[in-house]
């Protein structure tokens, strides 16, 4: 066999350029709309990333839970090849001979009825909110162009014109007014401020079971109930945007299901594409998405064959309750090991499966700093809000790796 060659960089190439190159023209030529961590990844395999000089960092963002499965999950990088080999785009003027499985075993997952397929997380939100609105007008007789969605202050549900109109994250908003009508945002966690914000208007209630953005924030025991029983008695949809908490990071495939809840609809994405496509979802009962018709709404890449055979290889790694029991389990090692840093420069932390808000001590530094001396110890995680990091490693992560990581944090904050 001979040795693989490199073929030379042709001429102008600027594959050669060294991280602090690359991070230079990055600068100045894309729109600086995030402030990434100064490293530049080149390779990855499972909880591992190397950067443009060959250092190796362990990857405890996870791609905000998009990598639930690791970087280049084996089975899921063949299920892609395989596709590749087949068939990538039809777009939804034709039938492919994947999209029909992948609903099916999606639907099948959660215990729903029926999919709609798009790319984004935004998307699926976005497409939630419609179906949800044509689901008021058409099933539940709200007048027309009246009918309003309660959503949960501090949410983060995407970057359209028409999520940010009901963050109230003053960053997501400021300068992208005139911003859209018909969203009512009530405190989180708060039942009794969710009932006042609910009258004839009412189509659904949006909101994240834990709020990952927001610095993994678990709502009180009960409160996923509460919703639940209050939206079904005034005759509202319980919309659950499961995209960074669901498909196992939390210990369980939903995080509703922490309190055997079943929402009307579903919102997934992120994991759902194997952190190989951009795949998402609404998943919901036949009587809310039976609402679209042809034409009413559509993505030229929702659906495509190569995403479906990856999501289907998602969903096939869930059915396996593998990865849910190691984030049950290792979320366990992850509490005790953010208890034990209690009062050692941790003021406070919350954590479900293997998720965590950790709240440093500002007087350490602010999220940032944090994480970037984590960096500094070959740890890859991300600031939050103010003096917040989250910690969301691929589920693949081994116990000693997890302590590896927990060591550093206590290093970091000594
Ligand atoms: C709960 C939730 N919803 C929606 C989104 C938006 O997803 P995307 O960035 O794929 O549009 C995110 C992304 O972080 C999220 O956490």
Known sequence: MTAPTRTAPHHGSRSARSSQELIRAEESSLAHN??????????AEGVWVEDVEGRRYLD???????????????????????QLDELTLTSRAFHNDKLAGFAEDLAELTGLDMVLPMNTGAEAVESAIKVARKWAYEVKGVA?????????????HGRTTTIVSFSSDPTAREGFGPFAPGFRVVPYNDLAAMEAAIDE????????????????????DGYLRGVRELTRRTGVLFIADE????LGRTGTTLAVDHESVRPDVLTLGKALGGGIVPVSAVVADREVLGVLRPGEHGSTFGGNPLSAAVGTAVVDLLRTGEFQRRAAELGEVLKDGLAA?????????????LWAGVDVDPALGTGRE???RLMGEGILVKDTHGSTIRLAPPLTITREELQTSLAALEKVLG
């Open 34 to 43: 995030y402030h990434p961590l100064p490293v530049v990844v080149a390779r």
């Open 60 to 82: 405890m963002l996870a791609g905000y839970s998009a990598l639930n499965f690791g970087h280049r999950h084996p089975e899921l990088i063949a299920a892609a090849h395989r």
């Open 144 to 156: 027309r162009d009246q009918a309003t969605i309660v959503v949960a202050a501090d949410n983060f």
């Open 201 to 220: 208007t009412t189509a659904a209630v949006l909101i994240e079971p834990i709020q990952g953005e927001a610095g993994v924030l678990i709502p009180d």
């Open 243 to 246: 995209i960074q908490s669901g």
């Open 341 to 353: 840093l209690s009062g050692k420069g941790v003021v406070g932390y919350r954590c479900r499966g």
């Open 370 to 372: 944090v994480s970037e």
